[in-house]
């Protein structure tokens, strides 16, 4: 296969992921759609994402415990069904799961849970996933072994006080082993981020507190991701910080860049209008 045809294959997966997200927040009648749109890619390319000498992340479906896999949290718990998704499709569960998302007494709750296979670290309040991270890349660090810890946050919950207190901590401790993704989409509940919080400069900060720093300017672009992982996988010495720039409900026109849509379901009839316009970009 051709890199060409190889990023082909990327963006076709990607917009399937995204339709089986959306079905799923529709379904369960609740979620947080853009949440879930704007970090696809991001996704995508961690997960099935191929590098100079094999996969960027390491993991066995087959093998959910295996000692060496290479680990990720989801911090920004919003998007919950673009990761079951993608774990579905790798086979750590059934799809039919998927339909079940949010049910009483379902395998796949609204926030990851450790009980659910593939799922490293249940998180839930803004920034606990970055402590957890942190905590299991020092705990790795210590044992010397040669796993990564990858932790993906939305920009938003960098207003959060434990956020940096875990910054420092992995910054001091230098975890080599350690990569914080930011899903700079610029968009929370209540508004624009910039307006709300004052999180910027995020490279900055994050170099002053002992990061590497990779910007990635186009976010839903493979080529851009697949370099940044590359990167941050080389890296041994420092923790590493990607900052993706991403559009809120990336995809589906009508929901881009709308924080009406940050913790919402489509309606049957959006629904219905979303995988239409998603399935001909397929095609």
């Known amino acids: ?49 191929q590098g100079n000498d094999g996969p960027l992340f390491n ?37 039919e799961e998927l339909k079940f998302y949010k049910g009483t007494g379902a395998l796949l709750t609204s926030l990851p849970r450790i009980k659910i296979p593939g799922i490293a670290g249940s998180t839930g309040l803004a920034g606990q996933g970055i402590g957890e991270g942190v905590g299991l890349a020092l705990s790795l660090k ?3 072994a040669r796993n990564k810890v990858f932790v993906l946050a939305g920009d938003a919950e960098l207003a959060s006080g434990s956020v940096w ?12 082993n350690f990569v914080l993704i930011v899903d700079r989409n610029n968009i929370q509940l209540d508004g624009i981020v910039r307006n709300l919080n004052v999180v910027d400069p995020i490279a900055d900060k994050l170099e002053y507190f002992g990061f590497r720093t990779i910007n990635v300017f186009a976010g839903h672009d493979f080529e851009q991701l697949l370099d940044a992982y590359e990167k941050s ?41 979303a995988i239409k316009a998603l399935e001909r970009k397929i095609d």
């Open 165 to 176: 207190e875990s910054i420092i901590q992995a910054g001091q401790m230098k975890l080599g």
């Open 59 to 95: 993991i066995d479906p087959n093998n959910p415990n295996w000692d060496d896999q290479d680990y990720f949290i989801l911090s920004k718990g919003g998007a919950t069904p673009t990761l079951y998704a993608i774990l579905a499709d790798l086979g750590f569960f059934s799809s």
């Open 233 to 273: 996988i080389l890296e041994t010495r420092l923790p590493v910080a990607i900052i993706a720039k991403t559009v809120k409900g990336k995809g589906v026109d009508f929901a881009e860049n709308k924080s009406f849509y940050h913790d919402k379901a489509f309606s049957p009839e959006e629904l219905a209008e």
């Open 142 to 144: 210590t044992d010397r």
């Open 1 to 49: 296969m051709s890199f060409q045809d190889y990023l082909i294959a990327l963006r076709k997966k990607a917009t399937e992921i995204r339709i089986e997200a959306i079905k799923m927040i529709t379904n369960a009648g609740s979620g947080a759609v853009g949440s879930a749109l704007s970090c696809t890619e991001i996704l995508t390319a961690l997960y099935y994402g």
